[in-house]
């Protein structure tokens, strides 16, 4: 009985050197792609065209930093809310195309950048388009979904065509 309790014991010891143990890769998550991100994108501008800046806010981590054209960074969710107004009047438009996207290898980080275009109406009333590009960083948070973590775009001369 003994030999026996020494034998099984010599082949889980032998086993387990020479068998391979499982162990957990760090990978992308088959659901999260740059694709992904550009989708987000998408849905991120619809939300700023159909509720302005509740919308757009809606995309933003509480811990968000924008780091606007020429002025000063802002951080923080709430406070970066404060500057978003402009998106509730009807008159402005802002849209935006992602160019570009990447996602980390562990599938937890990426970012997007493009071009934008704000549309608004002057003083008299004419219409307007502001031009730039931007990146947005995106975090896959607790909860599972994906939010901007910083964001920022600067001017461009309007687009040759």
């Not at 009985?1 to 162990?23: D, E, G, H, Q």
């Not at 709430?78 to 849209?95: E, H, S």
């Not at 990447?102 to 950048?113: K, L, N, P, Q």
């Amino acid at each position: 009985m003994k030999s026996r309790l020494l034998v099984f014991v010599a082949i889980l010891v032998i086993a387990a050197i020479v068998l391979p143990i499982p162990r957990p890769t760090v990978a992308a998550s088959p659901k999260a792609t740059a694709e992904t991100l550009k989708q987000l994108e998408g849905e991120f501008m619809r939300a700023a065209a159909d509720k302005g800046s509740q919308g757009y806010m809606s995309y933003y981590a509480e811990d968000s930093v924008e780091l606007p054209n020429g002025a000063p960074l802002i951080a923080g969710k709430a406070n970066i809310a404060q500057g978003m107004g402009f998106l509730d009047n009807k008159d402005n438009r802002l849209q935006w195309t992602p160019v570009g996207a990447y996602i980390s290898a562990s599938g937890d980080i990426g970012y997007t950048y493009g071009t934008f275009e704000f549309h608004s109406k002057d003083k008299e009333g004419k219409p307007h388009v502001d031009y730039g590009k931007y990146t947005s960083i995106w975090k896959l948070q607790a909860d599972g979904t994906w939010k901007v973590v910083l964001d920022m775009g600067n001017a461009s001369p309007e687009p040759k065509k």
